[in-house]
Nanobody
Framework: VQLQASGGGLVQAGGSLRLSCAASGISLDNYRIGWFRQAPGKEREGVSCISSSGDSVYYADSVKGRFTISRDKARNTVYLQMNSLKPEDTAVYYC????????????????????????WGQGTLVTVSS
């Protein structure tokens, strides 16, 4: 699966961005999609993921209430709407795909598996200025 993340940029604290994760040449209908981020000098962090049907979602505590993940099957794209951005959200954001037609119960476990066996796209840089 070839994924392309886009939508990053420079924004002031409190602002919003919407990231997109698109695939070419393959349908994402049976894939669980996740967003990860890595800030300079820090470990990669799982941010959010969504099941193939969209009926299961997971958010890390650090973004809960501010970020919303969604998918548009017609556009074969998954979005991450990021509101109330903070300087600590500054990172390179990556999307990943894991072939998993069923919904998940444990979001942390879903992201753990995706980090290890999923397909990754190139990242997009998000910079939040204070």
């Amino acid at each position: 699966v070839q994924l392309q993340a886009s939508g990053g940029g420079l924004v002031q604290a409190g602002g919003s961005l919407r990231l997109s994760c698109a695939a070419s040449g393959i349908s994402l209908d049976n894939y669980r999609i996740g967003w990860f981020r890595q800030a300079p000098g820090k470990e990669r962090e799982g941010v959010s993921c969504i099941s193939s049907s969209g009926d299961s979602v997971y958010y890390a505590d650090s973004v809960k209430g501010r970020f919303t993940i969604s998918r548009d099957k017609a556009r074969n794209t998954v979005y991450l709407q990021m509101n109330s951005l903070k300087p600590e959200d500054t990172a390179v954001y990556y999307c990943a795909a894991d072939f998993a037609p069923s919904k998940f119960i444990n979001g942390i476990a879903a992201m753990w598996r995706m980090a290890r066996v999923g397909s990754w796209g190139q990242g997009t840089l998000v910079t939040v200025s204070s």
